[in-house]
Nanobody
């Protein structure tokens, strides 16, 4: 059974940094795209960043230069380094593992079949 577990959320001030981690167990990690999404109450889940098996990366436009996704295949872990955080980044952040092996990075949540419970990020102004 595939399990996805996020950690690293918290409360920071505007301009601060956080690094989210996501550990995956239950299947081969290095052959699958991993993604980060976020959601605020009353809104749809939105894409943040994704990294595929070859290291290909895509980011949401307003996070370029601030958020960096990376993966450590030896540790079965994907990271999201978030710098220069803004109040509008406040959300529940989810990590997700893609369904299809050796796929390219995607922002479409329908391509991800395994989701964690989320970790809360709160940025105070």
């Amino acid at each position: 059974q595939v399990q996805v577990a996020e950690s690293g959320g918290g409360l920071v001030q505007t301009g601060g940094s956080l690094r989210l981690s996501c550990a995956v167990s239950g299947r081969t990690f290095d052959s699958y795209t991993m993604g980060w999404f976020r959601q605020t109450p009353g809104k749809e889940r939105e894409f943040v960043a994704a990294i595929d098996w070859s290291g290909g990366i895509i980011n949401r436009a307003d996070s370029v230069g601030r958020f960096t996704i990376s993966r450590d295949n030896a540790k079965n872990t994907v990271y999201l380094q978030m710098n220069n955080l803004k109040p509008e980044d406040t959300a529940l952040y989810y990590c997700a593992a893609a369904i299809r092996i050796l796929g390219t990075a995607s922002s479409d949540p329908r391509g991800y079949g395994y989701w964690g419970q989320g970790t809360q990020v709160t940025v105070s102004s």
